[in-house]
T-cell receptor, first 114, second 112 residues
Framework: DAGVTQSPTHLIKTRGQQVTLRCSPI?????VSWYQQVLGQGPQFIFQ???????GRGNFPDRFSARQFPNYSSELNVNALLLGDSALYLC?????????????FGEGSRLTVL | GENVEQHPSTLSVQEGDSAVIKCTYS??????FPWYKQELGKGPQLIID?????GEKKDQRIAVTLNKTAKHFSLHITETQPEDSAVYFC???????????FGTGTKLQVIP
């Protein structure tokens, strides 16, 4: 079975632009979470969606938004990009909605903001 | 919110030796403590986890211990191999949604 897939794998944007990142969870997984990983640090929680509903939001500004589609895929949008948004954006899926289970991560989308 | 501290940030061991990584957490409501391994260019992958009702768990060369009173947990890797070289993250979660708080990572280098 395919794992979590993310696109694009790499992208370069300039300050002020907008970006959309996409994620397809493992088949049968209804929960998708997004994490930001700055170089040399651990992933930081941005959003969690389950059955198309937002279940959690981390400490990120309103420039960050996300949604989940009926097929459980998800998009993360970031508006008005800042240099500090440069990071690896990770998507993770999980079968259930609880908080004690394995997160399956994709390989990430590496965003560079110039 | 939860805060997870992880030490050391880098660790070099000779092949065959043991490696220990330690973490502390702040939120007493946290009840699930996974450990993830991240290789270069890849996403984190779960290697072992422990729940708050268990003090120790072992899986072949990997073991994790949890001290709820002291709010710390540790990863032990025995008989290290070069393929164990990677960045390891501890994490903690609790509450009703899947917010997982990660530590800052330990870069483990196993020297052949």
């Amino acid at each position: 079975d395919a794992g979590v897939t993310q696109s694009p794998t790499h992208l370069i944007k300039t300050r002020g632009q907008q970006v959309t990142l996409r994620c397809s969870p493992i088949s049968g997984h209804k929960s998708v979470s997004w994490y930001q990983q700055v170089l040399g640090q651990g992933p930081q929680f941005i959003f969690q969606y389950y059955e198309k509903e937002e279940r959690g939001r981390g400490n990120f500004p309103d420039r960050f938004s996300a949604r989940q589609f009926p097929n459980y895929s998800s998009e993360l949008n970031v508006n008005a990009l800042l240099l500090g948004d440069s990071a690896l954006y990770l998507c993770a899926s999980m079968r259930g909605s609880g908080n004690t289970g394995e997160l399956f991560f994709g390989e990430g989308s590496r965003l560079t903001v110039l | 919110g939860e805060n997870v501290e992880q030490h050391p940030s880098t660790l070099s061991v000779q092949e065959g030796d043991s490696a220990v990584i330690k973490c502390t957490y702040s939120d007493s409501a946290s009840n699930y403590f996974p450990w993830y391994k991240q290789e270069l260019g890849k996403g984190p992958q779960l290697i072992i986890d422990i729940r708050s009702n268990v003090g120790e768990k072992k899986d072949q060369r990997i073991a994790v211990t949890l001290n709820k009173t002291a709010k710390h947990f540790s990863l032990h890797i025995t008989e290290t191999q070069p393929e164990d070289s990677a960045v390891y993250f501890c994490a903690a979660s609790g509450g009703g949604y899947q917010k997982v708080t990660f530590g800052t990572g330990t870069k483990l280098q196993v020297i052949p």
